[in-house]
């Protein structure tokens, strides 16, 4: 069973910092791509950003520029370093990883259960 499990969420005041980190633990696991999401009170889950194997990212317009995500391939880790917070930021954000267990295993999506952010003063 691949376990993805995301830490670092708290309380913080507008134009704070926080960081994020997922970890996904499973012997073999082969990770390709991972991603941030976050949902929101009453809102859709959406797309934060995201990075491939090789470092390649991509970010939702509204948290360009403020957010950065990066990845240590070698511990299976992922992280989210968000500046800059604004209240609009608050949900909770979860983690995927797109992967496979050893080279013949099937390739799926495995979530988080998620960390709370709330960006308020």
């Known amino acids: 069973q691949v376990q993805v499990v995301e830490s670092g969420g708290g309380l913080v005041q507008p134009g704070g910092s926080l960081r994020l980190s997922c970890q996904a633990s499973r012997s073999m696991f082969i990770i390709y791509d991972m991603g941030w999401y976050r949902q929101g009170p009453g809102k859709q889950r959406e797309l934060v950003a995201t990075i491939t194997s090789s470092g390649d990212t991509k970010y939702a317009e509204s948290v360009k520029g403020r957010f950065t995500i990066s990845r240590d391939n070698a511990k299976n880790t992922m992280y989210l370093q968000m500046n800059s917070l604004k209240p609009e930021d608050t949900a909770a954000y979860y983690c995927?990883?797109?992967?496979?267990?050893?080279?013949?295993?099937?390739?799926?999506?495995?979530w988080g259960q998620g960390t709370q952010v709330t960006v308020s003063s």
């Open positions: 995927k990883a797109n992967g496979r267990v050893g080279y013949s295993g099937i390739i799926d999506d495995y």
